[in-house]
């Protein structure tokens, strides 16, 4: 496989520092990364730079390469996505890097979940990225037509597809997505069957599998790693390890109800939060039954964590700039008393 089919596009080569060799990210342990180049697959390291900079490289970031294989410089990303850092620490989390598209995947037995697939959808428009709703496991629910109907009120304009990774069902859909240089990320909790999909997009048993539990239907991790893979026929696909802590870092709750902002047009006042004002087209449009009332609450949800979330990363960001600021001064004075 050459570069392109990695992604790369002749413009990336303007954005390379001069001397240093291209190279993308395809998984990451640690320190540690392998890396695709033009003369194949290689093991590298980060420069010592890079590697207590903010934002170390990621899977399917692009990164320029000198001697001795360390990673000298991350090219600039179409697109990050990321999500806030699990625990109590106020940060970003990049998860990957240069994603075309997202694909959620979501089991329809005990795992299917509106309110989630709604995250997911805010987490990938803050990404840049497309998205695509993956029912995996149709073979075991009764109302398929259904579930597809809900998904695509939650998600219009992107598409929802009824798979089964075990039987084979709908996997050509899935494969229609994945074109020849264009990323896909799997995304969703575990025991979606995100790695089942995966193994059978490509033809062999690359990525382990459990069985959910018996007693809850909860996954276990199987993927420990955020990995790229390409896919027979071109595509290249990101497996990742579930995510059971999806907080979000920036976004916009408008971006997952569209039917919502359309509404908001008519409301009496343009800061209108569909809470208690007058006037609200939202309001009234949940109590004559044309607005699902459990979008609203939603919706209601989801923008006063947002706005939360984003008062956290602004308070975070001061604090940040202000411990450089005094890392600076300390130094100055260092200085001052050596001269």
Known sequence: MSLRDWGWQSSFAE????????ARVVSQERDHYLVITASGERSAESSGRLLYAAEPPVAGDWVG???????????PRRTRLSRRQPGKREEE???????????????????????????????????????????????????????VAAARGIAPGAPVLAISAQTGQGL??????????????????????????????????????NPVRAGDNRGRHTTTRRQLFPIPGGGL???????????FWGGDAGDAFGEIAELAKACRYADCRHSTEPGCA???AASEGTLDPQRLESYRKLSRELAFAERRTNVAAAQAEKRRWK???????????EN
């Open 237 to 247: 696909l990101l497996d990742q390890p579930g995510i059971r802590e999806l907080q």
């Open 282 to 284: 939202v309001i009234a």
């Open 327 to 337: 890392s600076i001064h300390r130094a100055m004075k260092r200085w001052r008393g």
């Open 93 to 147: 989390q990049v998860l990957a890097a240069n994603v075309d598209i997202v694909l959620v995947v979501t089991g329809l037995d005990h795992d299917f979940n509106l309110r989630r697939l709604e995250r997911y959808r805010i987490v990938a428009a803050e990404s840049g990225a497309d998205l695509a709703l993956i029912l995996n496991k149709a073979d075991l629910h009764p109302d398929v037509a259904a579930a």
């Open 65 to 75: 390469l000198r001697s001795q294989m360390v990673i000298d410089q991350i090219l």
């Open 172 to 209: 050509d859909a899935v494969r229609d997505l994945l074109q020849p240089g264009r990323t896909a990320a799997l995304a969703g909790s575990s025991g979606a069957g995100k790695s089942t999909l995966l193994n059978r997009l490509i033809g062999v048993d690359l990525q382990e599998t």
């Open 15 to 22: 954005l390379l520092l001069p001397g240093l060799e291209p």
